[in-house]
T-cell receptor, first 112, second 113 residues
Framework: TQLLEQSPQFLSIQEGENLTVYCNSS?????LQWYRQEPGEGPVLLVT?????EVKKLKRLTFQFGDARKDSSLHITAAQPGDTGLYLC????????????FGKGTKLSVKP | DVKVTQSSRYLVKRTGEKVFLECVQD?????MFWYRQDPGLGLRLIYF???????EKGDIPEGYSVSREKKERFSLILESASTNQTSMYLC????????????FGPGTRLTVT
């Protein structure tokens, strides 16, 4: 069974700090997605990483896919209160297309 | 922008009732999905559909059925609601060839009493 483990589960920081959250697996994934979910809303797709070693930037967010395509990280520079939310990583599971496996998420709180 | 809408944000039903949750997307996506999200368990796939009238079971289909009569609409049916189906239900859609890039609706928080 493919699993995605996210760490840390919870993170509470002050505005302006940097942080990194991790998404790890013992399985190889053809791609990984990162989503952000705000309370009471559905997840919103942030990025897809496909190539081992790939780095993608989205303003203050930097996403990296591990060389072996088993792990990924999300780094936020100078966090702002608007970054608060649940960050989920997801990867394509085996079998039918679109069968995404989701990690349980990292709940980030950025205090002003 | 892709828009996925769900028929209700909050719903309270009694045990044994038949419950319909509707999802509509406006971007002509072939794939549509139903998930439930529970604390400590994350998002789990219930059913998905890759075409009109086509459906496939996800990881937890027991107690649920689905219907897709039109491309833009995907319904989740709880035939006889039970308290363990109290959850947040999320619908998503995606293009045929980018099924892993899913666009989610706002969710329906269902409480079964």
């Amino acid at each position: 069974t493919q699993l995605l483990e996210q760490s840390p589960q919870f993170l509470s920081i002050q505005e302006g700090e940097n942080l990194t959250v991790y998404c790890n697996s013992s399985s190889v994934f053809s791609s990984l997605q990162w989503y952000r979910q705000e309370p009471g809303e559905g997840p919103v797709l942030l990025v897809t990483v496909v190539t081992g070693g790939e780095v993608k930037k989205l303003k203050r967010l930097t996403f990296q896919f591990g060389d072996a395509r088993k792990d990924s990280s999300l780094h936020i520079t100078a966090a702002q209160p608007g970054d608060t939310g649940l960050y989920l990583c997801a990867g394509e599971g085996g079998g039918s297309q679109g069968n995404l496996i989701f990690g349980k998420g990292t709940k980030l709180s950025v205090k002003p | 922008d892709v828009k996925v809408t769900q028929s209700s944000r909050y719903l309270v039903k009694r045990t044994g009732e038949k419950v319909f949750l509707e999802c509509v997307q406006d971007m002509d996506h072939e794939n549509m999905f139903w998930y439930r999200q529970d604390p400590g368990l994350g998002l789990r796939l219930i059913y998905f559909s890759y075409d009109v009238k086509m459906k496939e079971k996800g990881d937890i289909p027991e107690g649920y059925s689905v219907s897709r009569e039109k491309k833009e609409r995907f319904s989740l049916i709880l035939e006889s609601a039970s308290t363990n189906q109290t959850s947040m239900y999320l619908c998503a859609s995606a293009l045929w060839d980018r099924a892993y890039e899913q666009y989610f609706g706002p969710g329906t928080r269902l409480t079964v009493t």
